[in-house]
């Protein structure tokens, strides 16, 4: 079976060559289907801004290791006991990429996030099988292209959640990739006020005025700072979600955090990156909450339902096959596009 693997480890930036990560297409051995699992044809699986980490080695995985995890397609084998979500062969699917064991403690206690035993099989393969709690039916007007965005779309319903935002608050997000921007357009249909993107690439700029923002800060060109106190009236953000993993970022999303806001941080920091905080400024005098948040288990029904009420196309810009799987990449680390897909079958 054709999988887009990792085969050397580093950073797809690296300017020497022979020190570079490398992707690659290789055979794997198809995944072994059990009575509650689900066959699914893979039609597409984008690319996450975690799988570059992957190549370059942050979760110390030896290579050859598959990539990929945002994926859609359609189911074609069903497991015998795999009756009770009403599943059928030819359902247009997507899902979540983590097979919990259930039986650990985090999972016994409604905490699979944390599951000491998750697995999960590489998506950017011509087929995965997964267990078929894994598996969620797309609606009918949601595409195979858009479908694959599941993933992403289940973060942004947990960011939500876990702000425990309120209609009328005022939200600032920092960083304009694919979370940023999901995350801003459900901020909008809950309600969010003096909705705030922070993003230098103009081209996200854009897309953030077309899905709702209310204000564009430009970090680069603009003091974040005082453009959040014109745009407060001095009193700050109510709910800061940081999404870029910028050190310098990181940092200024508590300063512009009102007084008992809420800073969520959801992106993949540097594992080094260390950042001060002044406990008694920022926690005890102002009453911040500060929080941070992985994958979104319980949160993909309910996205796969909000899914046709988002503008999910303009995040599609690139589509390449798996053959292309290194040029896919390059452009991923490239930084020019919202969402790249790699298609990996023909449908």
Not at 11 to 35: A, C, F, H, T, Y
Not at 244 to 250: E, F, L, V
Not at 274 to 297: C, F, I
Request: hydrophobic share 40%.
């Amino acid at each position: 079976m054709k999988t887009i693997a990792c085969v050397k480890v580093g950073s797809l930036k690296d300017p020497d060559i022979n020190k570079r990560g490398r992707v690659q297409v290789i055979d794997m051995p198809e995944q072994e289907m059990g009575d509650e699992d689900v066959k699914i044809k893979v039609a597409y699986c984008s690319i996450c801004g975690s799988d570059p980490h992957l190549v370059e080695g942050i979760f110390g995985l030896e290579p050859p290791f598959g990539l990929g995890h945002e994926i859609s397609g359609t189911i074609v084998e069903i497991g015998k006991k795999a009756t009770k979500k009403g599943l059928k062969v030819g359902d247009k699917v997507a899902g979540n990429f983590l097979r919990f064991c259930g039986t650990c403690y985090y999972c016994r206690n409604g905490q699979e996030q944390f599951c000491e035993h998750a697995d999960n099989k590489p998506g950017f393969s011509e087929y995965v099988v997964w267990h078929e709690s894994q598996v969620f039916k797309m609606p009918q007007n949601v595409s195979l292209e858009e479908a694959c965005l599941l993933e992403p779309v289940s973060i942004a319903v947990r960011i939500v959640d876990k702000t425990n935002m309120k209609i009328g608050q005022r939200v600032a997000i920092s960083g304009g990739g694919p979370i940023g921007l999901l995350s801003l357009q459900a901020m909008k249909m809950f309600g969010a006020t003096s909705l705030t993107l922070i993003e230098p690439i103009k081209e996200r700029q854009e897309l953030a005025k077309e899905f709702g923002a209310d204000y564009i800060i430009d970090p680069v060109e603009q003091d974040v700072c005082e453009e959040a106190n014109k745009i407060t009236g001095g009193l700050g953000f109510d709910l800061v979600i940081e999404a870029s993993g910028s050190p310098k970022a990181g940092a200024a999303a508590i300063e512009i955090a009102a007084k008992g806001g809420t800073v969520l941080y959801i992106a993949m920091f540097p594992k080094d990156y260390e950042m001060p905080l002044n406990l008694y400024d920022k926690l005890y005098s102002k009453e911040l909450t500060v929080s941070g948040t992985n994958v979104a288990p319980y949160a993909f029904p309910r996205a796969a339902e909000i899914m046709p009420r988002m503008n999910l196309k303009p995040f599609i810009q690139k589509v390449f096959t798996m053959d292309e799987a290194e040029e896919a990449f390059a452009a991923q680390v490239s930084g020019k596009y919202t969402k790249i897909l790699i298609k990996c079958n023909d449908f």
